[in-house]
C-alpha cells in the first residue's frame, strides 16, 4: 500500500517506520524539510516532500500531528485527501489537576473534527492507545497472542486499509465501531495514560475470565 505520512514526531516515525518494514511504500510529508528527508532516510521510506505531497500520496494518509493541529491540516489539504483513508492517531489532551483531560467537547472528538475539516476523506480513529515505542516491536513480540488495536470507521474500503496495516505489523484489528464511536476509543487514552502516568498497568484493569484448569 502506498501510504504518505504527515508529520516528523515520535508516532509518524514510529508508525511510518511499521509499515515501512511490513513492505508498504510510505512517503514522509513535513513543513520542515530538512526533518523529512532525516525521517525517511532512517524509517527507509520511498520518498519525502511537503505535507501536500504527502497528503496525495497514496491510498492511506497518516495524521501524526498534535491533535489541536490536525483538523485545520486536514481542512488545508482537504481536496488531496477526498477518497483516501485518513488515519487519527491523535490524543486530545491536556494536563489537569487531577491527571490528563480532554481537550474536546462532551461527544466530540478529534477524528469526526477531521472528517468534518475535511468531508471528502474516510477518516479512522486508530493507533492512539499504545506508546508509539510499542510500535518498533517486530510481529510476534508479544506472543502467541497479538495485542489489539481498536479502531473506528464508517467506510467498510478504509476499515480494509487499517486492517491490513495492522495485521501487517502483527498485531490484532479490533473494530470499535463507526467513526461516533471514536469519542469513547480517545476518552479510553486519557485513562490508560493517566494510569501509565500513576504507575500502573492499565491491562488490570480488564482482565479475561479465569480458564477452567
Known sequence: MRIGVLGTG?????????WARAGHEVFVGGRNAAAAETLAGQIGAAGHGTPAQAAGYGQAVLLAVPAGAAPALAREHAEALAGRTVVDCTNPLDPGPGGVMLMTGAG??????????APGAHVVKAFNLAHASMWAHPAGAFGAIPPAVPFCADDPGAAGHV??????????????GGLD?????????????????????????????????
Open 181 to 213: 464511536r471514536a469519542a469513547y476509543v480517545e476518552a479510553t487514552a486519557a485513562f490508560v495514560i493517566g494510569v501509565w502516568w500513576a504507575g500502573g498497568s492499565p491491562a488490570l484493569a480488564f482482565p479475561e475470565p479465569p480458564r477452567d484448569a
Open 163 to 176: 486492517t491490513e496495516l495492522i495485521t501487517g505489523m502483527g498485531w490484532s484489528p479490533m473494530p470499535a
Open 108 to 117: 466530540e472528538s478529534v477524528a469526526g473534527l477531521i472528517g468534518t475539516a
Open 10 to 18: 515520535d508516532m509518524a516515525a514510529a508508525l511510518g517506520g511499521a
